[in-house]
């Protein structure tokens, strides 16, 4: 069955500290992996795509870090800000059955100053 | 460009009832997702279209359903609400990019329908 973990469920940061996230998925076959930002009451925005030759990929002070062979995957966070408390999701494509995505539980990230 | 727009943002329903949800999708963006977000259960895929036609479903009850019409907008019907119908549903309409790695489907999220059921 193709599911994506994250963990942790959540975590409290203090302003200006770095933090990682974790993904790990069974899905398969593999197509690419996707992070997304959700603050409350939003929709999630897009902070990176990564197919299976990418290992490292960043957007700012969000890094994105994929391992295709332990199927793992990790958002590194640098500097946290207050904007960035909001749930982070992990969302892994299949290219199997019309490319229908598995989403992880996210992880509830809180920065406090 | 104008976002992925939703209406209501709001609503409140008893159970029995039927809801129709609506979106609208980001200008010549042609595939339109729905999902059920949830505290317990996450972001689930209810279905996909594309050209007023479903492409994909998820395992949802036949109480929900939804169409896409010739300018892409796209509804989203629940009948016989129950009390675990309360959810965000969001919309997502998707275009594919292309990047150095190869060409994607990038989904655009609307800000989502808060329904709850009484």
């Known amino acids: 069955k193709n599911q994506v973990e994250q963990s942790p469920q959540s975590l409290i940061i203090l302003e200006g500290k770095n933090c990682t996230l974790q993904?790990?998925?069974?899905?398969?076959?593999?197509?690419?992996l996707r992070w997304y930002k959700q603050d409350t009451g939003r929709g999630p925005v897009s902070l990176t795509i990564?197919?299976?030759?990418?290992n490292t990929k960043s957007n700012g002070r969000y890094t994105a870090t994929l391992d295709a062979d332990t199927k793992q995957s990790s958002l590194h966070i640098t500097a946290s800000q207050l904007s960035d408390s909001a749930s982070y999701i992990c969302?892994?494509?299949?290219?199997?059955?019309?490319?229908?995505?598995?989403f992880g539980g996210g992880t509830r990230v809180l920065v406090k100053p | 460009k104008a976002g992925v727009t939703q209406t209501p943002r709001y609503l409140i329903k008893t159970r029995g009832q039927q809801v129709t949800l609506s979106c609208s999708p980001i200008s010549g963006h042609r595939s339109v997702s729905w999902y059920q977000q949830t505290p317990g259960q996450g972001l689930q895929f209810l279905f996909e279209?594309?050209?007023?036609?479903?492409?994909n479903k998820g395992n949802f009850p036949g109480r929900f359903s939804g169409r896409q019409f010739s300018n892409s907008r796209s509804e989203m019907n629940v009948s016989t609400l129950e009390l675990g119908d309360s959810a965000l549903y969001l919309c997502?309409?998707?275009?594919?990019?292309?990047?150095?790695?190869?060409?994607?489907?990038?989904?655009?999220f609307g800000p989502g329908t808060r329904l709850t059921v009484l």
């Open positions: 997502a309409s998707s275009l594919v990019v292309r990047e150095a790695s190869g060409l994607y489907n990038e989904q655009f």
């Open positions: 279209y594309f050209s007023e036609t479903q492409r």
């Open positions: 990564m197919t299976f030759s990418e």
């Open positions: 993904c790990n998925y069974t899905v398969s076959p593999f197509s690419n």
């Open positions: 969302v892994v494509n299949s290219k199997a059955a019309g490319n229908k995505l598995t």
